[in-house]
C-alpha cells in the first residue's frame, strides 16, 4: 500500500511538473493583462411588500358594506403600510363600528347581491400604493340616498352601480321581508 501511495504521488509530481515547464513546442506565456477594476452594481431594492385589511359595517343588523384595502409598500416603507393596514377600519366615520373580517368582501360574503363599488385603484401615497374597493349592499344607503356615490366621486374613485335592476328590486323586497319579520316578532312577544 505505501508504494502505491509512492507511485501516486510521483506520479501527481511529474504531472504538475509537466504542465508548469515549458517544452520546446509550448507557447510563449502571454503577458499578464491587465483589467480595469469592475464596478460592482448594487444589490437590488428588496421586493414590495402587499398588506390587505377588510372590513364590514352595519346598519342594525343589515350588512352596509364592505371595504377591501390593499397597500403595496414602497421601498423602505414597509412598516408604515403594515401599520396602516392593520390600523384600517378603525377611523372609518358612520354610526356603526366596523367589524375587521378575515376574508376578502366577496369571499365574506358571496351570497350578496352588491348595488354599486367604488373603487380607487393604485393611488400612490407615502408608504405604498393603495387600492381601495368599497361594495355596498343596502338599499337605502344607495338608492335612497346618493351620499356615498357624492364621497365616492370627490375621492377621485370610480363609482359603479349595479345596472341589474331585478338583483336591485330582489335587495329591496328582502331589507322589506326582513322589516315585516321584525314587526312579526314584535308583535307575537307583545301579545303574551
Known sequence: MPTSVARLLG????????????????????????????????????????????VATFRGDQLDECIDYVIVSAPGKEAEARDLASSFGTNLKGDEKPIRIAKPCAEQFPDRTVLATCSIVDRPGTAGTVTLRDRYYSVATVSDSDAYMKDCLTMRGDWQPNTNRWAVQHERVRGQMKQMQKIAQDLEAESR
Do not use: D, E
Open 11 to 54: 506520479f501527481l509530481l511529474a504531472l504538475s511538473a509537466c504542465q508548469s515547464a515549458p517544452g520546446p513546442s509550448a507557447a510563449p506565456a502571454p503577458a499578464a493583462v491587465q483589467q480595469a477594476p469592475v464596478a460592482l452594481a448594487p444589490p437590488p431594492a428588496p421586493a414590495p411588500r402587499t398588506y390587505s385589511a377588510s
